[in-house]
């Protein structure tokens, strides 16, 4: 059987397309496990879309999350800096990462992180205002913010 070049590029975007489903329903699935409290098993399923795609900042972000829940905040914010690398206008990522180093105790960390937050999604601001408000009285206006306890 004779493939044209016409034909390789059409199987190729189709795969590639089947691929993109595939991580999507991943994603949902996860997504649902973490509703459901299956936190290990939203992880895992995560991973898989993450394996998947990893150029996926979607993917990332959600990983990102459910490691939160298992907290785990050194993977997690690695999660959400891949989903930032991949998506600068990630605004999701920024706030997961600046709730992982508030549990860290890196409050500049973490103002710095809600502070990109604001300016990609300033929907969010007064939200975002409250809690820099907070972390300012935790030392999180400081050239490095982090907690001294």
């Known amino acids: 059987m004779r493939f044209t070049f016409s034909t390789l590029i059409?199987?190729?975007?189709?795969?590639?397309m089947a691929a993109a489903t595939d991580v999507a329903g991943l994603i949902?699935?996860?997504?649902s496990k973490l509703q459901t409290g299956e936190i290990d098993t939203a992880v895992r399923v995560l991973e898989q879309?993450?394996?998947?795609?990893?150029?996926?900042?979607?993917?990332?972000?959600?990983?990102?999350?459910?490691l939160l829940l298992k907290q785990d905040q050194t993977a997690a914010i690695g999660q959400f800096r891949e989903a930032i690398m991949l998506?600068?206008?990630?605004?999701?990522?920024?706030?997961?990462m600046a709730v992982a180093e508030i549990h860290l105790g890196r409050y500049g960390l973490a103002r710095a992180a809600l502070v990109e937050a604001k300016g990609i999604d300033p929907a969010k601001g007064k939200e975002i205002d409250?809690?820099?408000?907070?972390?300012?009285?935790?030392?999180?206006?400081?050239?490095?913010?982090?907690?001294?306890?």
């Open 10 to 16: 059409a199987l190729a975007i189709l795969s590639q």
């Open 28 to 31: 949902r699935e996860g997504e």
């Open 49 to 66: 879309a993450v394996a998947q795609d990893a150029r996926s900042p979607l993917a990332h972000t959600r990983l990102g999350g459910a």
């Open 87 to 96: 998506d600068p206008r990630n605004a999701q990522a920024f706030i997961g």
């Open 130 to 149: 409250r809690l820099v408000v907070w972390l300012d009285g935790r030392g999180g206006a400081g050239s490095g913010g982090e907690s001294t306890h």
